[in-house]
């Protein structure tokens, strides 16, 4: 399988597991507001943007360390996975009703999604550090294309709310699980790596 291929499906689930918590924020802005579309999808986008320039210059920083010593960055993940799962396993309650963000303006999308996306800069900081600078590209243009989608999706889930308790739940059980997931591929020698 080509390796761009391999890293575009490892930025989606990526993008996907760190950002699900942000689907419900964005389902809440349009929801809870009379945001425009535009308004909503280049908040978003500008605030995922932000995210992987900061996950990018956290990775080169982090390519001052030893080469044989970044493969253990998918312990950011990996921890995140374990934490989320043990939190899940003392509290299983699930069933809290979708946020209501504030805002309706670009610029409050953009900071309410960037406060949320400590997440997201962990896995990519890490993912980005061990993975070839030739394949950067790939995850930057998965994950901004996923941004796009993200936002019109909640403005659709919005208006067919049967969706949102599936989605709540892929979001409790199905996360944790691939944060984990990523954490062991980053921990594990690929043909995506750098070394």
């Known amino acids: 399988m080509s390796e761009v291929v391999i890293m575009a499906g490892v930025a989606a689930a990526a993008f996907v597991s760190t950002s699900l918590d942000n689907l419900f924020l964005l389902m809440g802005v349009v929801a809870g507001s009379r945001a425009r579309r535009r308004d909503v999808v280049l908040g978003y986008v500008a605030a995922v943007t932000a995210v992987l320039l900061a996950a990018l210059a956290g990775s080169w920083i982090l390519d001052y360390a030893a080469d044989r010593w970044l493969r253990f960055l998918g312990l950011v993940p990996l921890g995140m996975g374990l934490f989320r799962l043990r939190a899940l ?75 949102a308790p599936r989605l709540r739940f892929l979001d409790t059980w199905g996360v944790p699980l691939v944060l984990v997931a990523l954490g062991l591929y980053i921990l594990l020698d690929s043909s995506t790596d750098t070394v």
């Open 89 to 163: 396993a003392r509290d299983t309650d699930t069933s809290e009703p979708l946020p209501t963000a504030p805002g309706t303006g670009f610029s409050s999308v953009f900071w309410i999604m960037l406060a949320n996306s400590g997440d997201s800069f962990g896995v990519f900081a890490s993912l980005m550090g061990e993975t070839r600078d030739g394949l950067l590209p790939v995850i930057f243009g998965t994950a901004l294309v996923l941004a796009s989608l993200w936002a019109t999706f909640a403005r659709w889930v919005v208006q067919h709310p049967a969706l």
